[in-house]
T-cell receptor, first 114, second 113 residues
Framework: ETGVTQSPTHLIKTRGQQVTLRCSSQ?????VSWYQQALGQGPQFIFQ???????GRGNFPPRFSGLQFPNYSSELNVNALELDDSALYLC?????????????FGPGTRLTVL | AQRVTQPEKLLSVFKGAPVELKCNYS??????LFWYVQYSRQRLQLLLR??SRESIKGFTADLNKGETSFHLKKPFAQEEDSAMYYC???????????????FGQGTILTVHP
């Protein structure tokens, strides 16, 4: 069984640029959630994808967008990067139909915006 | 809106001492709570969930709805317990709608030899 993987590991961008982060869900998992973890804070929910559609969103502006593909992998896109977007971005996969709502996390992508 | 509070950013104990990591939540619905742990250079992983009433690595946590708390306890701390601990509340919009985790800010536990 393969765990959740994310790429790239680290990324440095400048303000105003656009970035795409990638996530491969754990084998058999059909739901992907994205979280932003600023330094010294707990992860914050960005949005969730299920059946290739956004299925819930946290308090993040529209310049944060995503995709889910038929193989359940997912992308997080951030446009017009701001300095405050610097954070660790976590992807978590789960199975919607399971009773236990456990989410399995990837190692994260560290984004630095200069 | 839901909220999770972990009042201690840092907690330091000696090996063999009892440890309690505090977690309080605010949620109008029926809570589903988890403790996640992140060891040095590892990913965030589930430690335990209240619904299972399990003990993992000697840790237990009891949901107290009256006090809206879900404190994590271990009677005898070990050096390998040193890690970042997050309390998380799962909320579901119902049916097949999305479910998300709301995390506390985390507590760094250091167990000294």
């Amino acid at each position: 069984e393969t765990g959740v993987t994310q790429s790239p590991t680290h990324l440095i961008k400048t303000r105003g640029q656009q970035v795409t982060l990638r996530c491969s869900s754990q084998s058999g998992h059909n739901t992907v959630s994205w979280y932003q973890q600023a330094l010294g804070q707990g992860p914050q929910f960005i949005f969730q994808y299920y059946r290739e559609e956004e299925n819930g969103r946290g308090n993040f502006p529209p310049r944060f967008s995503g995709l889910q593909f038929p193989n359940y992998s997912s992308e997080l896109n951030v446009n017009a990067l701001e300095l405050d977007d610097s954070a660790l971005y976590l992807c978590a996969s789960s199975v919607r139909e399971f009773t236990y709502n456990e989410q399995f996390f990837g190692p994260g992508t560290r984004l630095t915006v200069l | 809106a839901q909220r999770v509070t972990q009042p201690e950013k840092l907690l330091s104990v000696f090996k063999g001492a009892p440890v309690e990591l505090k977690c309080n939540y605010s949620y109008s619905g029926s809570p589903e709570l988890f403790w996640y742990v992140q060891y040095s250079r590892q990913r965030l992983q589930l430690l335990l969930r209240h619904i299972s009433r399990e003990s993992i690595k000697g840790f237990t946590a009891d949901l107290n709805k009256g006090e809206t708390s879900f404190h994590l306890k271990k009677p005898f701390a070990q050096e390998e317990d040193s890690a970042m601990y997050y309390c998380a509340l799962f909320t579901n919009a119902g049916g097949t709608s999305y479910g998300k985790l709301t995390f506390g800010q985390g507590t760094i536990l250091t167990v000294h030899p």
